[in-house]
């Protein structure tokens, strides 16, 4: 292990790798992550699956085997395969982490964001599916992803809520998460074996509010720069904090096995050069969280990050970043509902571009 994973790791962090490929599985990279830098989990999206189906060649074998099947059909198998032999490979460290880790996420059809019915319908075919205690499904934070949250763990199904931005937001998905441990105890399901993380995205943040700060231009604005993302992130940390401490409900669930939905630092590559490329990773320190990264960011952690502590003690400071951005007319709510709107669109194109890719393959390998 490479000292700055491990001390990252020692304080509290568990390193998941935001990526996922055949290519990867085949080749060992996976295996050499866990024993070299502290990766104990991965989380797919669509974007991640445009990248690795683009590629001619890794999955070929797999579209001959299936033939002239429907693109969502052979999209399905592809994917489901991947993730299912991403758990094996990470069998181990679930057991030894009593299912804390060792997960492995994949994300219902970003197409079903405001469906709340088919979201849950599809929830419960992909863990079917893909038929590992140490999977999770994928579900998005929007409103009508609230209710498919709760009812897909109230089966037993460990959930990775994804696209959150807000505070407002995350209270709700918490909310929705305990409720849904509630009615999986009422359904006589093992608490102690499920698991769900909240995906709070934090450097998109940043993009977003500097490019506001940019156009104001002030003195007080460019100092703000590069402080949005994270202090909203360290406030996020603070409501994990507060709402598992204070939830009624939550002591007897907690007795029964169940474990706290951690945070889940996502989308913590650094988009802007003057920043440093493990910002979203050595500012965001804390127990019982999660950061799945971008192998760039991991490799950047590992040569030269910090790891120590960085997020308890700083929420008075936070709430003063916030406050200044209101200070300057900067709604953090009209940037998070934009973030939202905005994360499912791209989603939806990527997984647009997944059909289109795959659905070559198939004609390429069948001609």
């Not at 085997?65 to 094996?88: H, I, P, Y």
């Not at 929705?176 to 993380?197: C, R, T």
């Amino acid at each position: 292990m490479t000292a700055a994973t491990q001390r990252t790791s020692d304080s509290g962090v568990s390193i998941w790798l935001d990526d996922l490929s055949r290519t990867r599985i085949e080749s060992g990279s996976l295996q050499e992550l866990i024993k070299d830098k502290n990766v104990v989990g991965v989380t797919t999206n669509p974007s991640i699956f445009q990248k690795a189906l683009s590629q001619v060649g890794p999955y070929d074998a797999q579209l001959k085997e299936l033939g002239r099947v429907d693109v969502e059909t052979a999209v399905r198998e592809l994917t489901t395969t991947d993730v299912r032999n991403a758990t094996d490979i990470f069998k181990e460290v679930a057991e030894k982490s009593d299912y804390v880790n060792g997960r492995v996420s994949i994300e219902v059809d970003p197409r079903l964001a405001h469906d709340t019915a088919n979201t849950e319908k599809q929830a419960e075919e992909l863990w079917a599916k893909v038929n590992r205690p140490n999977a999770m499904i994928k579900i998005p934070a929007t409103l009508e992803g609230l209710p498919a949250i709760t009812a897909t763990l109230s089966k037993g199904i460990s959930v990775n809520v994804t696209l959150i931005f807000s505070l407002e937001r995350y209270e709700q998905v918490i909310d929705a998460y305990i409720e849904g441990m509630v009615q999986a105890d009422k359904n006589g399901h093992d608490l102690s074996k499920m698991a769900s993380v909240a995906s709070f995205f934090v450097s998109r943040v940043d993009t977003a509010v500097d490019k506001l700060l940019e156009a104001n231009g002030s003195a007080e604005a460019k100092a703000l720069e590069g402080k949005a993302a994270v202090a909203n992130a360290r406030l996020a940390y603070q409501l994990f904090e507060k709402k598992f401490a204070s939830d009624p409900r939550w002591a007897d669930l907690e007795a029964k096995g169940a474990k706290r939905q951690r945070p889940l630092w996502a989308s913590t590559g650094t988009k802007n050069a003057a920043y440093s490329d493990c910002k979203y990773v050595d500012e965001l320190v804390a127990p019982d969280v999660v950061n799945t990264m971008p192998e760039k960011t991991l490799d950047a952690l590992a040569d030269h990050g910090d790891g120590k502590p960085s997020i308890q003690g700083t929420y008075e400071e936070s709430q003063a970043v916030m406050d200044k951005l209101a200070d300057l007319g900067i709604n953090i709510k009209d940037v998070t509902d934009k973030l939202e709107a905005d994360g499912v669109a791209a989603f939806i194109k990527s997984w647009d571009s997944v059909l289109s890719d795959t659905q070559a393959g198939i004609d390429r390998v069948n001609g």
